[in-house]
């Protein structure tokens, strides 16, 4: 089993900044992707950005040049800074890790993220 904890979510205005962590512990093989992902109100869970145990990241569309994403293997946990926030980021974010073997996939709990004036 693999417990993910987040945290950094908020308010924030248009225009503003929040950093978002997890913290993965466990059962944790080596080579995995660690992962945001959101969901607004009545809209699917998607994918913001993740990034691989070898450190290539992917990012949405939506999220290029304005999110970055990074991780620290030997602390197991990834960060989501966020910068340049719209109402339209505002959604709950989840943080996930995934793994090829077995393809297993864990979720944390998620952390609001409110962008608003």
């Known amino acids: 089993q693999v417990q993910l904890v987040e945290s950094g979510g908020g308010l924030v205005q248009p225009g503003g900044s929040l950093r978002l962590s997890c913290t993965a512990s466990g059962r944790i093989f080596s080579i995995n992707v660690m992962g945001w992902y959101r969901q607004a109100p009545g809209k699917q869970r998607e994918l913001v950005a993740d990034i691989t145990s070898g450190g290539i990241a992917n990012y949405a569309d939506s999220v290029k040049g304005r999110f970055t994403i990074s991780r620290d293997n030997a602390k197991n946990t990834v960060a989501l800074q966020m910068n340049s926030l719209r109402s339209e980021d505002t959604a709950v974010y989840y943080c996930?890790?995934?793994?090829?073997?077995?393809?297993?996939?864990?979720w944390g709990r998620g952390t609001q993220v409110t962008v608003s004036s």
């Open positions: 996930n890790i995934r793994f090829p073997v077995g393809s297993l996939t864990y």
